[in-house]
């Protein structure tokens, strides 16, 4: 592995599994946003699709169970997954995590299913 910090696609359900419900997406986005951790602290960038789509679901006046989301969410990851280096796949049934990861594999690109699995960075000095 070179020495630069890889951009990793965290994917896993979001809207998956929830029926819509608010409360049931924002636990999913926070099982997304915990694995941002481990993945920094191995000294790489984590993304999450949903960072990038949900602002601009809502800057067009819609949210994740408008019509509008599928035209916004997967085409928001696939856009991402052009400068990712990989993807982190975390468990659970999700047809947007499961198109990423064919994305990714189609890219060349690496897909973790542990953070384990993700090549930890030696700590760089900032001169």
Do not use: K
């Amino acid at each position: 592995m070179n020495d630069e910090p890889q951009m990793i696609l965290i994917a896993g359900p979001y809207r998956s599994g929830t029926g819509g419900d608010p409360t049931a997406m924002a636990a999913n986005l926070a099982r997304l946003e915990a694995a941002a951790w481990p993945v920094f602290a191995a000294g790489h960038i984590p993304m999450i699709g949903e960072w990038v789509a949900l602002p601009v679901l809502r800057a067009a006046g819609a949210g994740p169970t408008d019509p509008l989301a599928d035209e916004v969410l997967y085409p928001a990851a696939e856009r991402l997954l052009a400068r990712c280096d990989a993807v982190l796949r975390l468990p659970g049934d999700s047809a947007g995590a499961d198109q990423d990861v064919a994305i990714a594999r189609r890219r060349g690109l690496p897909v973790y299913h542990d953070v384990a699995e993700i090549p930890r960075r030696e700590p760089q000095v900032i001169a």
